[in-house]
Structure formats: structure tokens, C-alpha cells
């Protein structure tokens, strides 16, 4: 029979084991949120296909790189407009945009909106996933820091610009600008650029409802800006 020492001396291991396992539990959760991936090589290497890219559900992406110079200035301006107007002041966020989001969250009683800055957008597209959760987040927020201090806001929107979603395996402007309108990024005019705008915020619902009433409505007040 065991005496009182010899269990409490178990109970104390079995404590101990417990608490080990939480731990390593916790630090490799906190390792997964802070870990980042490199970034610096894009400073001057083109990114191959992005996480988005390889979950895409059709299994055909149309994409085709072009340098920033080479896509229409009304594009340019007319995403930044629609997606992040206050990208070139921010640092990689925006917290009027995330107290909104709080708030619009808050009151539909689930994760919908993220207050995402065009630099998070490009960390998710990147290296993240299309899930909507906390997790997913904190790890978008520390990866645009990362991109901030690395790259310049030029980069940064080139990027962005060459990368991100714009239809059923539509990824950049040049290939957005071709299956839309049959041209290159570089002519497109200032309505065809806030048209591609205006569908930045749900590409694959759009693509199967071009001319939408939402659409048509929102790309007219982002040339209105332009």
C-alpha cells in the first residue's frame, strides 16, 4: 500500500507532466503567431505562387506579373481608394478600420469583418489563408509589420497589385484587366479601373454577377474620387 509522501509525491509528478505539456502546448502556439516568414527577398524578387494561389478552388490561375510603372494610374489609385485610403500614412494599420470592424462584429455576434490595410490583404494573400478567424489575424497583422519595416510603400503596392484576387482563379491586374476587358493593365481606362476596384472586396461573387447594381454603384463613387 502506498503511503500518504508516496501519494502525494504522484500527485506532484502528475501536476508536473501537466504542467510541461501545457506549457510546450502554449509555447508552440505562441511560436505559430509570432513565427514569420522571410520577407526581405521581395524587395527584389518576384513572389511565385502565393497561398491563395495554390488553394485556389478552380485549380486554374490566370496570372502574369507586371511592374507597377506598366499598370494604369488609374488603377492604382483607384484601389487604394476603394481598399486603404489611408495607405500611404499608416504603418501597416489602420485602427480607425479596426475599431469599425470591432464594432460591426460585435453587433452581428461573429468574426465577419477584419479591418484589413492593403499591407494585410498582401500578408494574407501571401502566406495566409482565406478563414476568417483571431488566429488567422494576429498572424496577418505581425506578418504587415514585418513587410512595413522591409519594404517600401511603392513595393508594397505593387505587390498587392500583382497579387491579389480578382475573380475564379483571376490573381493581378494584368490578368484581371484581360479577362474583363480584353486588354493589358497598362490601358485601362479610369471607369474599367474602378469598376476592378469596386469588386476587390468580394471578387468571386462578382465575376459570376458582372454589372451588378452594388458593383456598378460603388465603381461610379470611386471615379468620382479618381
Known amino acids: 500500500?502506498?503511503?500518504?509522501?508516496?501519494?502525494?509525491?504522484?500527485?506532484?509528478?502528475?501536476?508536473?507532466?501537466?504542467?510541461?505539456?501545457?506549457?510546450?502546448?502554449?509555447?508552440?502556439?505562441?511560436?505559430?503567431?509570432v513565427s514569420t516568414p522571410p520577407v526581405a527577398y521581395l524587395t527584389f524578387a518576384r513572389p511565385g505562387l502565393t497561398a491563395y494561389m495554390r488553394a485556389d478552388p478552380t485549380g486554374h490561375v490566370k496570372y502574369r506579373w507586371m511592374p507597377i510603372e506598366k499598370i494604369s494610374p488609374y488603377l492604382r489609385e483607384a484601389v487604394v481608394i476603394a481598399e486603404d485610403d489611408q495607405f500611404f500614412q499608416h504603418p501597416g494599420y489602420d485602427w480607425r478600420?479596426?475599431?469599425?470592424?470591432?464594432?460591426?462584429n460585435m453587433r452581428r455576434g461573429r468574426f465577419s469583418r477584419g479591418g484589413s490595410t492593403i499591407t494585410m490583404q498582401l500578408a494574407r494573400n501571401l502566406y495566409l489563408s482565406p478563414e476568417k478567424s483571431l488566429f488567422r489575424k494576429l498572424k496577418e497583422f505581425v506578418i504587415a509589420l514585418k513587410l512595413e519595416r522591409t519594404l517600401s510603400k511603392q513595393r508594397i503596392l505593387e505587390l498587392y497589385l500583382n497579387v491579389v484576387e480578382w475573380g475564379n482563379g483571376v490573381y493581378g491586374a494584368e490578368a484581371a484587366a484581360e479577362h474583363y476587358f480584353g486588354k493589358s493593365a497598362q490601358y485601362l481606362s479610369k471607369g474599367e479601373a474602378a469598376y476592378l476596384a469596386s469588386i476587390l472586396p468580394r471578387?468571386?461573387?462578382?465575376?459570376?454577377?458582372?454589372?451588378?447594381?452594388?458593383?456598378?454603384?460603388?465603381?461610379?463613387?470611386?471615379?468620382?474620387?479618381?
Open 1 to 33: 500500500m502506498l503511503t500518504g509522501g508516496q501519494m502525494l509525491s504522484r500527485r506532484d509528478a502528475i501536476l508536473l507532466i501537466a504542467s510541461i505539456v501545457a506549457g510546450l502546448c502554449w509555447s508552440v502556439w505562441i511560436s505559430k503567431c
Open 97 to 104: 478600420a479596426i475599431k469599425e470592424a470591432a464594432r460591426v
Open 203 to 226: 471578387p468571386r461573387f462578382y465575376d459570376r454577377r458582372r454589372g451588378s447594381g452594388f458593383s456598378q454603384k460603388r465603381a461610379l463613387s470611386i471615379q468620382g474620387r479618381l
